[in-house]
């Protein structure tokens, strides 16, 4: 059984770096086809993709915030972190990690229950 | 960058009727990189439909979806009570497009 897990603060100030956590059970992120992704959900909004990290260590960013996101794995821990700089209000949201697998034809099939995070002062 | 516009914003229909969602493109999708979820309030997204119509495991069969191109639908046959959600698409395309979701359509009881 598939079970992912977001873990990270609540609250950050603007202008802060976010460092999120996903640790996961029932894969392995060294399986061929296989990829971990951040999605996010501002209150009352739609679901904006952020990141995902292959099995082969490939990376792609949301070309929108590319430039503030990091993404990573370590597969001996079974967790893969998110780093987002610079962080603002307009960045208060729901996060997710999901698993994603090419015979799902990289549609996300399993979530996490999701992380809220405020971005205040 | 590829933009999927969802429509109705918001559909308003009773258990036992048949459901259409639609979802366009802006321009062309893989049929094979198309996806749709479901999510209830205070809950994560669920994956219904991948490959523009396959269902995902353990999903009943009056969800369907059909489509490519750029005009893609989400049919629910006959709407249960557990059916009334909000609904995205979803397109994965390659670097450095990546993932791009719909803006949801909102289904309420009517």
């Known amino acids: 059984q598939i079970t992912l897990k977001e873990s990270g603060p609540t609250l950050v100030k603007p202008t802060q770096t976010l460092t999120l956590t996903c640790t996961f059970s029932g894969f392995s992120l060294s399986t061929s086809g296989v990829g971990v992704g951040w999605i996010r959900q501002p209150p009352g909004k739609a679901l904006e993709w952020l990141a995902l990290i292959y099995w082969d260590d490939d990376k792609r960013y949301s070309p929108s915030l590319k430039s503030r996101l990091t993404i990573t794995k370590d597969t001996s821990k079974n967790q893969v972190v998110l780093t987002m700089t610079n962080m603002d209000p307009v960045d208060t949201a729901t996060y997710y990690c999901?698993?994603?697998?090419?015979?799902?034809?990289?549609?996300?099939?399993?979530w996490g229950q999701g992380t809220m995070v405020t971005v205040s002062s | 960058e590829i933009v999927l516009t969802q429509s109705p914003g918001t559909l308003s229909l009773s258990p036992g009727e048949r459901a259409t969602l639609s979802c366009r493109a802006s321009q062309s999708v893989s049929s094979s990189y198309l996806a749709w979820y479901q999510q209830k309030p205070g809950q994560a997204p669920r994956l219904l439909i991948y490959?523009?119509?396959s269902r995902a495991t353990g999903i009943p069969d009056r969800f369907s979806g059909s489509g490519s191109g750029t005009d893609f639908t989400l049919t629910i046959s006959r709407l249960e009570p557990e059916d009334f959600a909000v609904y995205y698409c979803?397109?994965?395309?390659?670097?450095?497009?990546?993932?791009?979701f719909g803006q949801g359509t909102k289904l309420e009881i009517k």
């Open positions: 999901a698993h994603t697998e090419s015979k799902w034809r990289d549609a996300f099939d399993i």
């Open positions: 490959g523009a119509s």
């Open positions: 979803q397109q994965y395309g390659s670097s450095p497009q990546g993932y791009t």
